[in-house]
């Protein structure tokens, strides 16, 4: 009798892997600055201001602050101490007072007179342009000093990074750190410069409005097909 010729079973077929996603690629990046410029046309800074000067004071105050909390409370700031030279020449507890609602008002209150008596004495009364002479003034740090300058005068010297602009930063994975300044520079490198300005404008509205911290609302979110984030309320990518 002829043997009988057996079959190797066949073995199942590999499952083609899953391509590789790359979240920093151009496209990507593209993508998202046109999709958040057309969400929100127009941006402007939210803080009222009418000048260098009072941007400079109400993005000091914002520090641990609402904006809706520090638009309350710089008209009758400003209107008592119009001018730097008005707010270097008040007196602690009369700044302290008006801040008062605003947070840690005695250091903001220092701070404040502080930038107001170097504005006065080194740069004639008027906020200077520049990122090196703006920091000098106290409680100015790169998020207020790119504020002032991006917002005020027009320059992009770098991006303005606050709690929402980090939150957002990272769930949509532009960068895996976790300070300001190291956000700061890692959005630097990816986004173009003339987008650095209005990029901070319109990341933050989101953050208010659609991307909250505690549940953000993603069945709303223009973003939502290219943010692949942990902690997603609800996602169309398939499983």
């Known amino acids: 009798m002829a043997a009988t010729k057996t079959t190797a079973p066949k073995r199942p077929a590999k499952k083609s892997a899953k391509p590789v996603r790359n979240p920093l690629a151009p496209e990507r990046i593209a993508a ?14 939210a803080l009222t201001h009418r000048n260098a ?5 109400a993005t000091i105050l914002s520090a641990q602050c609402t904006d809706v ?3 309350l409370v710089t008209p009758a700031l400003f209107k008592t101490f119009p001018t730097p030279k008005a ?14 609602t605003t947070g840690f008002f ?15 004495e080194e740069f004639g009364g008027k906020v200077p342009k520049t990122m090196d002479e703006i920091l000098r003034l106290p409680g100015v740090a790169r998020k207020t000093a790119n504020v002032v300058l991006g917002s005020w005068y027009g320059i992009a010297d770098g991006v303005v990074v606050d709690t929402h602009v980090m939150r957002l930063s990272r769930r949509l994975e532009l960068t895996k750190q976790t300070s300001p300044q190291k956000i700061e520079q890692d959005l630097i490198k990816i986004l173009p410069q003339d987008r650095w300005i209005n990029f901070s404008h319109e990341l933050i509205h989101h953050g208010r409005q659609v991307c909250i911290a505690r549940k953000p609302r993603c069945v709303d979110c223009t973003l939502e097909k290219l943010c692949y984030s942990s902690d997603k309320t609800w996602t169309s990518h398939p499983a």
Do not use: F, H
């Open 106 to 120: 005695r250091n903001k209150a220092k701070n404040i007179q502080g930038a107001a008596r170097i504005v006065t």
């Open 32 to 45: 998202i600055l046109d999709i958040l410029a057309k969400t929100y046309p127009g941006v402007v800074c």
């Open 87 to 100: 707010m270097a020449a008040a007196s602690l507890p009369e700044i302290e007072e008006l801040i008062r």
């Open 53 to 57: 000067w009072e941007l400079t004071v």
């Open 69 to 71: 909390r520090v638009n």
